[in-house]
């Protein structure tokens, strides 16, 4: 899918404005893709963008646009165009086509555009019986929310999840649900299988008075936070202007600075004095009137970083410092140690000589052997130069399926190849005639050597013992013994 893909991002576009505007409008119609195959849209335009990138700015601008004209119409008609639509948003998100920032302020839009937390006065773009904004933030969270699990996006998707439930039980605790209309099951499902799908270990609210509570003491932690960097912010100023008037003088920290800071999601580099009002301002209209978010309190998410890596980079000052220990030598003595002795035996290894040559199977010696007999009759009658001398038999062996082919192949001795392949041969075939001839005269010599041991051992003259000869040997009597002899004779 990919070399389709980059072979239509190389299609010139741009060439034709009415192929750009059409391309342009089939890829925000989302809604005329089925509803499984959104992602491969979305992968479609995520190839794309590299060539084109402006047709990546006009899409998303136009699934935003369509967003917002859905919320402001509200038809029934236009309810699976609004689902395809934030659909495609999630997984445009997936594929690293908008950052995270876009997906925020497009959830807190479902909560808060045209939203009114007072029954008394309904408002036309969201009246109480409608539910349908739950659905698209359901499935918005579905889409892309398990993506928000660490870093700044967290503490984000933990701060929404508490406005978002008061939302559900603002709608939910409304007069117009009673016992003979009661809460859609559907959607009570649909908040609860989404809610463990984000976060599983979440305690949910039981109803809308300990979700209003939760929010409020969210919003009393931030403003405390926001006053006291707004008080440390003061006191530097009063410091930089201490230093102007008198020359150098020394900027005094707290660390309750950096630990409000970290906390926040913001950095020193990029917090100023704007950005914190701004958010006191927001915070201070939250309370007053409900939830008053609109364009700028984006520009306050976005101060912590444009996506998850910026939040989570830490800087270190100073690097960590090498200590020297007993352990360290110890080591490193075992370890060249260890080098020495692997090195020392791959020297003793050794190295074997890779074959060049393939011997040819029997069976197609014994074939060959038939062949030049069968050849040699007429050879015999006609004096046929042979074969050899102006070409080089080999046999090609060729492998189709589990099957060995064998081929004959006739390479003349003018080619490189065969050249080179007759100069190899003949100098191995030197090679071993030297070492046979070194064998065999060793074999030579040794036999002559033994030869003339063997004479030598002849010729030498045997040593005679002369006292041998003088020693008179016993002889036993043959027989049984004479009894007159031993003992003498009666006589006697």
């Known amino acids: 899918m990919a070399e389709h893909i980059q072979s239509f991002g190389r299609v010139k576009i741009s060439d034709s404005e009415t ?16 509803y499984n195959s959104i992602h491969c849209a979305a992968n479609l335009l995520a190839g794309l963008a590299p060539y084109h990138e402006h047709i990546a700015i006009q899409v998303v601008d136009g699934v935003l646009e369509d967003i917002r004209l859905g919320m402001e119409i509200n038809h029934p008609k236009y309810n699976q165009r609004r689902v395809s639509c934030v659909k495609y948003l999630g997984e445009l998100y997936n594929y690293r086509m908008v950052e995270s920032a876009v997906i925020f302020k497009t959830l807190y839009s479902f909560i808060t555009f045209g939203v009114v937390m007072d029954e008394a006065n309904p408002s036309p773009l969201d009246p109480p019986e409608h539910l349908f904004r739950i659905r698209l933030v359901c499935v918005l969270l579905e889409t892309c929310g398990t993506y928000f699990d660490k870093g700044s996006s967290k503490k984000k998707l933990d701060c929404f999840l508490a406005y978002f439930q008061r939302y559900y039980w603002f709608k939910r605790s409304s007069g117009i649900f009673t016992e003979t209309r009661p809460f859609p099951v559907d959607v009570e499902n649909l908040m609860i299988d989404t809610m463990e799908c984000v976060r599983p270990k979440l305690k949910l609210h039981q109803n809308y008075e300990e979700a209003g509570k939760a929010v409020e003491e969210l919003e009393n932690e931030y403003k405390q936070k926001v006053a006291s960097v707004l008080t440390i912010i003061e006191t530097d100023q009063e410091g930089s202007a201490s230093e102007t008037e008198e020359g150098l003088g020394t900027i005094q920290e707290t660390e309750e600075y950096g630990e409000d800071l970290s906390l926040s999601g913001v950095d020193e580099s990029e917090t100023s004095q704007e950005d914190i009002s701004q958010r006191s301002i927001n915070e201070e209209g939250e309370e007053e009137g409900g939830i008053s978010y609109n364009e700028e309190d984006d520009d306050v998410m976005e101060s912590a970083g444009e996506n998850e890596e910026d939040d989570q980079m830490t800087i270190m000052k100073g690097g960590p410092k090498h200590i020297k220990c007993t352990e360290d030598e110890d080591f490193m003595t075992a370890f060249d140690k260890m080098m020495s002795e692997n090195i020392q035996a791959r020297t003793n290894e050794s190295l074997k000589v890779p074959q060049l040559d393939i011997a040819v199977p029997m069976n197609l010696k014994d074939k060959n052997k038939k062949i030049v007999n069968v ?12 074969e050899e001398d102006r070409s080089i038999e080999f046999v090609l062996m060729t492998r189709r399926g589990n099957k060995q082919q064998f081929t004959n192949l006739n390479v003349p001795i003018s080619e490189e190849f065969a050249t080179k392949y007759r100069e190899r041969e003949q100098a191995e075939k030197a090679e071993k005639e030297k070492m046979k001839q070194v064998v065999l005269g060793i074999h030579e010599r040794q036999e002559e050597e033994d030869y003339q041991e063997m004479i030598a051992s002849l010729n030498r003259v045997m040593p005679v013992n002369t006292n041998r000869e003088r020693r008179v040997r016993y002889q036993h009597p043959k027989g049984a013994p004479d009894a007159d002899l031993i003992f003498g004779s009666k006589k006697r």
């Open 19 to 34: 192929i750009a505007f059409y391309a342009t409008k089939c890829m925000i119609a989302v809604w005329n893709v089925r």
């Open 375 to 386: 050849n040699l009759y007429p050879m015999q009658e006609e004096e046929v130069p042979k």
